[in-house]
């Protein structure tokens, strides 16, 4: 039987096994910690422990077990998370590029979790990719182009 059991309190240690984990204070909603056992293969489970920066934004994320990685984040001005590569990286670190216009309009380097070439996202958060033609309206965000006078 699979499990995913989670901590949200920083007083308390992070799980370790799918038992109900004790309850502690300090709980602002932030997962800081998860234990996950897999349903197919009973041998195969991770324990992570993840941080924060003080506005709530995930920094980091470090997992040990048969499924291991470390990871840090990092944030621009605006907002947009980058994975940081450094001496620690361990794991899938897809890096991308971001513009004012499409905040995120390209992997650096191609992965299979990466948008294909040339799709981004406008600033409403809507799906774009220039190939579709603008007269169907499709893969654009219209009231982004309205606002950009396109």
Not at 15 to 37: E, F, I, R
Request: proline share 7%; charged share 10%; glycine share 12%.
């Amino acid at each position: 039987m699979a499990c995913w059991v989670y901590n949200y309190y920083g007083n308390v240690s992070n799980p370790t096994s799918c038992a109900v984990p004790s309850q502690g204070t300090g709980n602002d909603g932030n997962v800081l910690g998860q234990y996950y056992k897999d349903g197919a293969n009973s041998t195969l489970s991770n324990t992570a422990s993840l941080t924060y920066d003080p506005t709530h934004r995930l920094t980091g994320s470090v997992a040990t077990g048969n499924s291991t990685y470390n990871l840090a984040f990092s944030y621009d001005r605006y907002g947009n998370m980058t994975c940081t590569q450094n001496q620690n990286t361990q794991g899938l670190c897809p890096q991308y590029t971001f513009s004012a216009v499409s905040p995120l309009t390209r992997p650096a380097t191609r992965s299979t979790l990466s948008p294909e070439p040339g799709r981004g996202f406008g600033v409403r958060g809507a799906a774009i990719n220039p190939a579709l033609s603008p007269k169907t309206g499709r893969g654009f965000d219209v009231r982004e182009m309205a606002m950009n006078g396109l």
